[in-house]
């Protein structure tokens, strides 16, 4: 009920995550953000457990999951499903402090699978993950912002640097 609310861009790019109601998958193929719900998420959890993921569109009976997998060609899909389907799949992520982009993001991986390497990435334009490693594309970069909105406060935020969640502070 007192989420804080974040839009997140991935890939040297910045291409935004957003939710489209009845989607297969997270399309990624904006650089820019419509502070709609579909572009705000939250987390819940903690750095030791694992983070739940929800939009603020989707609502509080959907997460942001996949099916666990080895393969490595990037082509698992990562979108927002009922929570009952998110229990049978990784539903858990865990977030790292990003190598890459200047250290200015975070990693996102499944929670404790495959020695937390499933890392999210955009592969053609649609939110998945790698199995192993990580490089620029899979730094996420997570801006906080508030339910209500000015054009002052969306000009500050758009030219503003990465604010990290306090959540995040102690992330390795």
């Not at 983070?51 to 099916?67: E, P, Q, W």
């Not at 060609?73 to 998110?86: E, L």
Request: net charge negative; glycine share 10%; aromatic share 14%.
């Amino acid at each position: 009920n007192n989420a804080t609310w974040y839009t997140m861009n991935i890939h040297g790019g910045g291409y935004y995550l957003n939710y489209e109601e009845n989607a297969t998958e997270i399309g990624l193929g904006r650089q820019t953000t419509t502070y709609e719900d579909k572009d705000m998420f939250c987390f819940v959890g903690n750095i030791f457990d694992g983070f739940k993921i929800y939009n603020k569109a989707a609502g509080s009976d959907k997460l942001l999951s996949s099916v666990k997998s080895t393969s490595d060609d990037g082509s698992t899909k990562v979108y927002m499903v009922d929570k009952t389907t998110a229990e049978t799949q990784g539903y858990l992520w865990d977030v790292t402090k990003s190598t890459n982009r200047g250290a200015n993001g975070f990693y996102l991986g499944l929670h404790d699978y495959n020695n937390g390497m499933n890392r999210l990435n955009r592969r053609n334009n649609i939110l998945s993950y790698w199995t192993t490693g990580a490089n620029d594309g899979s730094t996420i970069k997570i801006f906080s912002i508030d339910d209500i909105f000015d054009a002052e406060k969306i000009s500050i935020l758009e030219n503003s640097t990465v604010q990290y969640p306090s959540e995040f502070q102690n992330t390795t």
